[in-house]
T-cell receptor, first 113, second 114 residues
Framework: GQSLEQPSEVTAVEGAIVQINCTYQ??????LSWYQQHDGGAPTFLSY????GLEETGRFSSFLSRSDSYGYLLLQELQMKDSASYFC??????????????FGKGTKLSVKP | EAQVTQNPRYLITVTGKKLTVTCSQN?????MSWYRQDPGLGLRQIYY???????DKGDVPEGYKVSRKEKRNFPLILESPSPNQTSLYFC?????????????FGPGTRLTVT
């Protein structure tokens, strides 16, 4: 079936830049999304890449390369409030056996002072 | 305020006792979906709905039912809950507009089945 792989944990210091990678074993998907989830909270949408390349939204950027089956989320000027779990997800056509949105298992980012 | 609401937020029940978790959105979204989140497994889709009366299975639909009689509501039904359905459940909705698939999540329902 379809699957996405992310590192389980990443640690970085305040003010630094961190990249969270997402590799996938899937095809025929519409796009790659990223969500942030703080402990005890609900996931919130960060970005979506329908096409290859870089999408920038403030301190966050997301990248997709379909030829390399790879994407990443780049967080710049890290702040303590960025400590959270980050999930990548692929949007699939309706009617597939695994549903139409598959998430990776998430990367827990810890930002240290 | 644009939001997705879920009720109840916390529920402890016993095996076999039917329950319903409600989900409602006030954004006139066509698409709604249910997920369960378990430690180390991320979010897994249970069911989704493209519009009223149109529902489809996600990755882990066994033991669950849904209905979409109105655009704003998408209840999740557990006819005979079992302990392996103990989990954190999220409802989400989105509008289809071009290339964006931004989903808005509800606050979550923590279910314990004993």
């Amino acid at each position: 079936g379809q699957s996405l792989e992310q590192p389980s944990e990443v640690t970085a210091v305040e003010g630094a830049i961190v990249q969270i990678n997402c590799t996938y074993q899937t095809s025929g998907f519409y796009g790659l999304s990223w969500y942030q989830q703080h402990d005890g909270g609900a996931p919130t949408f960060l970005s979506y890449n329908a096409l290859d390349g870089l999408e920038e939204t403030g301190r966050f950027s997301s990248f997709l390369s379909r030829s390399d089956s790879y994407g990443y989320l780049l967080l710049q000027e890290l702040q303590m409030k960025d400590s959270a779990s980050y999930f990548c997800a692929v949007s699939l056509p309706y009617g597939g056996s695994q549903g139409n949105l598959i998430f990776g298992k998430g990367t827990k980012l810890s930002v240290k002072p | 305020e644009a939001q997705v609401t879920q009720n109840p937020r916390y529920l402890i029940t016993v095996t076999g006792k039917k329950l319903t978790v409600t989900c409602s959105q006030n954004m006139n979204h066509e698409y709604m979906s249910w997920y369960r989140q378990d430690p180390g497994l991320g979010l897994r889709q249970i069911y989704y709905s493209m519009n009223v009366e149109v529902t489809d299975k996600g990755d882990v639909p066994e033991g669950y039912k849904v209905s979409r009689k109105e655009k704003r509501n998408f209840p999740l039904i557990l006819e005979s809950p079992s302990p392996n359905q103990t989990s954190l459940y999220f409802c989400a909705s989105s509008a289809h507009h071009g290339t964006s698939y931004e989903q808005y999540f509800g606050p979550g329902t923590r279910l314990t089945v004993t």
